[in-house]
């Protein structure tokens, strides 16, 4: 970006700050500011250091330095400690130092590239790796989650009671746990742990074009309630523009949305829509049966976010990224879409496609499809998803693919009106 | 389709009849009726029989037979006349009167087969070719309109005042004529120049795959004035159950909507799209850069309709397969798709690509774009809709490809509130 747009984009971003909206109202004061700036500026923190998590610390770790006003440039970055050896043939392999295996922490913070899981990309030296999760997020006010969500739970309860009270947080993990009792985000997992508010992010995003900088989108929803620990007032605002500032780069752009269960579900519910495409492709039945399936797993994912959360908006699934691009994305060629296409194709169960093709790996999508199932028909409302519950009932052998068609026909309201 | 689901469906359609719905108000009343049921059936006439007008025709006479309560069996399609010689391999091929070219209608009456323009499908008997075009529409009261576009006017011309005057007709011809001056849609051409009402089926649909009975779905809008000379009283009333007895068949799934022009525009602005999501794949920005395309195009086609059309509706972009889903499909495979992204990994003009794949076809996309870009800078609006804008003045060198994030991002506002 140049420096004249840079600039022009940071007076934008400053500019937002103090205006007030309807949904920035909550959290919103009169910011105590010397020359017409805030007095401290946001510590950013990113727990978890994976595939995901390093390429979105490095948008993080741009965004600081782009937008010092606003962020300390440090972002501190939670790395689970391992050992690692570092291949000979790395570029910056020295054998006086590299001969043995290493702390990975410590070969981020020196090559300033996370060498195990996102290997190639050059992190911003500002990016500090931090083995020690309590010093990751100790003092910031910013906390950006990316973790496998099993270990959600494990991380909250070891920093319960050690971060500001004040912080808010962004969810970066995908999906929602869905079983019989009920349906859990894991946004409110971590801010009902943490007694903060957390929001969510996602996206038709894969980590290594993002921290390839390939052009993609994402939303982020971030809707807190009236009833929080205060920001201090000598803090700028946290509001969309300022979540905004710290994940919108020219090659990932950001959507600010308020709907976060809707930005979850997606993440979900597309990997059992993606095997419905699988299907079809399956079949040979062509781009237009696949295209079919997907608008309708548009409608049904929507239906779903609107008959279960009160908050969830139509035009989540219809519009933004988390939604029918993400969908998009799955369909064209996810694991769940090839998976389910090999298994129609070659009349072999789709379990031993998967033993075969993912390495051990799960398919998320059967899980997916039977979880909800099993939730639709613990409410009595499976019917009411023909495709979901056709997905379902013919992985386990109870329905044809080649009934999906009449399986659609026969379901009940497809399209309800949206909110 | 089982007898007794046969029934069911026939009884439904049946029952929609004579149930008021607001929408239906404008042409609804009081069917004379014997015995329950109305003393005359509809007569139905195909004006067109190349590769697509031959699927819709196979579907109309399928539906026909399956609805002999409301239309009379016989389906007329009008047959542009020409003579063809029958390969000497085809099935039917008898020397005694296929060793010379024969009148294409009679080959299509004799063999109940398109051997030309869809060859290898076999049609219902019922179907009538008639290379008569006055004798083709002659009684009929419902028109079916499926010619290439550019034979439209002179059609019109010809059966102009030949037609029953409460005819009722859909087009399937596909998109709209975009110019400086204005939009022009099909079917009000039709119907301006017939006094009749027409609407319009678009979606998702590629003739071969139709005729094939692979599963895909369509859109039909039919939102009739109240000012149309009635049909007869003794006809069963034209509303959407009556259409959708027409056109629905267990493979092909119609939707009814009264966004005639949304349902027109789609097919015509995702030509637009497609080279932008052709242009992604070319550079090699993955799924995700794609998706985003198509998810920014969907929203451009949106605004561009509610813009330039009081009845258009947000939801037949983003709900139907007029619009999403036939968005998705060319964007997979689509010919435009196909040349952008050839252009841009071979570093050529897409003209050069487009003379080598093509053949000595047209692609529609890149005129269509010149044509918006003309249409909306000609109101002032060519910035508002960035994307399309990017995509023309990348075709004509005005622009590069690896600028598209940065053109959209800069772009006015993509987000218009739905209607």
Redesign the interface.
């Known amino acids: 970006m140049s420096t004249s747009r840079a600039a022009a984009r940071l007076s934008r971003v400053a500019g937002h700050i103090h205006i007030t909206s309807p949904i920035q109202n909550q959290t919103r004061r009169m910011s105590a500011v010397t020359n017409g700036r805030p007095q401290r500026r946001h510590k950013v923190a990113i727990i978890g250091s994976g595939n995901w998590g390093s390429a979105i610390a490095k948008i993080l770790a741009e965004n600081t330095t782009a937008n010092s006003d606003l962020f300390e440039p440090e972002v501190r970055m939670w790395v689970f400690e391992e050992d690692y050896q570092l291949p000979s043939d790395h570029a910056a392999y020295d054998p006086s130092r590299h001969s043995h295996p290493t702390k990975l922490s410590a070969l981020i913070n020196e090559l300033h590239e996370n060498v195990k899981y996102l290997p190639g990309i050059p992190l911003p030296p500002n990016i500090v790796a931090d083995p020690s999760i309590l010093s990751a997020v100790k003092d910031a006010s910013l906390l950006i989650f990316n973790v496998p969500h099993q270990f959600v739970s494990k991380i909250c309860d070891q920093i319960d009671g050690k971060i500001l009270p004040y912080a808010r947080a962004i969810s970066c993990i995908k999906g929602v746990d869905v079983s019989p009792a009920g349906i859990s985000l894991f946004s409110d997992v971590i801010g009902r742990k943490l007694s903060i508010y957390c929001g969510a992010l996602s996206?038709?995003?894969?980590a290594n074009?993002?921290a390839q900088e390939?052009?993609?989108?994402t939303t982020i929803a971030y809707d807190p309630p009236g009833t929080l620990t205060p920001v201090p007032e000598e803090f700028p605002v946290v509001n969309h523009a300022l979540w905004k500032a710290l994940f919108h780069r020219?090659?990932f752009?950001v959507?600010m949305i308020h709907d976060v269960a809707g930005t979850s579900l997606g993440g979900a519910l597309k990997n059992v829509i993606a095997i419905g495409a699988g299907f079809?492709d399956g079949m040979g039945?062509?781009?237009?049966?696949?295209?079919?399936i997907?608008?309708?797993g548009?409608?049904e994912m929507r239906k779903f976010g609107l008959m279960f959360f009160d908050t969830c908006r139509s035009?989540t699934f219809?519009?933004?990224?988390c939604g029918?691009?993400?969908l998009?994305?799955s369909c064209?060629?996810g694991r769940n879409h090839r998976c389910a296409k090999l298994s129609v194709e070659q009349g072999r169960p789709i379990e031993e496609i998967e033993r075969e093709v993912l390495n051990g790996q799960k398919l998320q999508g059967t899980l997916t499809a039977k979880e909800v199932y099993e939730f639709l028909s613990a409410r009595g409302k499976a019917e009411e998803f023909p495709l979901m519950t056709a997905v379902h009932r013919i992985l386990i052998g109870e329905e044809k693919v080649e009934d999906?068609?009449?399986l659609?026909?026969s379901g009940g309201g497809l399209?309800p009106s949206?909110k």
């Open positions: 996206g038709a995003n894969i074009e993002v390939k052009f993609c989108e020219p090659y752009h959507s079809m039945w062509g781009d237009n049966a696949k295209a079919a997907m608008r309708i548009i409608l035009e219809t519009e933004q990224s029918v691009a993400d998009i994305t064209a060629g999906i068609p009449k659609l026909h399209l949206p």
